[in-house]
């Protein structure tokens, strides 16, 4: 189960960090495939986090042999660390297939939470929480949140406690950390739902955002930053640091 995974390797690794295995073909320098490459940053990085997300969109873009590399990166996680995995799919679809959706992420890969799209409501999110976690995106870290998601976001963020009264301990919302002048607001009214932050790193989001966070259960999602570092260990070892600054002390 994705929270009680995710609260063992928080505890036990001092880490709210997640590293986000968006292992970019183009990018991966010195390796042969995707799977050696995410080797690599697992061996590294493993002592560190408090799970991993992986980005669909870098092993879709392979093909058949892409999810593959998927297939065998999950299993590579699961064999070697106890740590939860988040497959960012950013999912949302009818019913039906949603619960398509799930049972290839959550029977079939095996990850223990999924990022999902509310736009078309709790239908298309239910499928996921019947068999596992689901992040909710609510305000993401991108530039356009203006064009929809500010206009919603107060509807979402309502729909997401009620479906945690229904689904206990499996429903969490994506903020991203370039989302500063919110988060006050949303912590307040966000009861006992799990946080994704991604947007540091890359994105130059405020990590201080995590002060108004303690006692929450939060992943902050650093990707490219860690990943195509010179030193992959050094650089988790300093975002860890820097976090964690934020939010235990
Ligand atoms: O759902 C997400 O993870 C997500 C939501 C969001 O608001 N912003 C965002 O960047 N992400 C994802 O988080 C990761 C950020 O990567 P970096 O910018 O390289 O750290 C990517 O996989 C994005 O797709």
Redesign the pocket.
């Known amino acids: 189960m994705f929270i009680k995974k995710y609260r063992k390797a928080r505890d036990k690794n001092a880490s709210i960090l997640v590293v ?1 295995l ?1 292992s970019d073909v183009e990018r991966i320098k010195g390796f042969d495939s995707v799977l050696e490459f995410n080797e690599h940053i697992v061996k590294e990085t493993a002592d560190l986090v408090c799970g991993y ?1 992986i ?1 669909i969109a870098f092993y879709e873009k392979l093909g058949w042999k892409g999810y593959k590399e998927l297939e065998e990166t999950i299993e590579l996680i699961k064999n070697e660390t106890d740590l939860p995995i988040i497959l ?1 799919a ?1 999912r949302g679809d009818i019913g039906n297939t949603a619960r398509a959706y799930a049972e290839a992420y959550f029977d079939r890969l095996g990850v223990d939470s999924v ?1 999902v799209n509310p736009y078309m409501g709790r239908d298309s999110i239910i499928p996921f929480l019947e068999k596992g976690h689901a ?1 909710i ?1 609510l305000l ?3 530039k356009s949140i203006g064009d929809v998601e500010l206009h919603v976001y107060p509807k979402v963020l309502e729909l997401a406690r009620e479906l945690e009264k229904r689904y206990p301990s499996k429903v969490g919302i ?1 903020v ?1 950390a370039t989302r500063e002048e919110y988060v006050s607001e949303i912590s307040k009214r966000s009861g006992d739902l799990s946080w ?1 932050i ?2 540091i ?3 130059g989001g405020n990590p201080e955002i995590l002060r108004e966070l303690k006692g929450k259960d939060v992943v902050v ?5 860690i990943i195509f570092a010179d030193n992959v260990r050094k650089t988790a070892e300093e975002f860890r640091e820097l976090l964690a600054r934020q939010y235990f002390d």
């Open positions: 986000g968006d997300k980005n960012d950013k990022t992040f995106l993401t870290s991108n994506v991203g994704l991604p947007g790193g890359a994105q999602n650093v990707s490219r930053a």
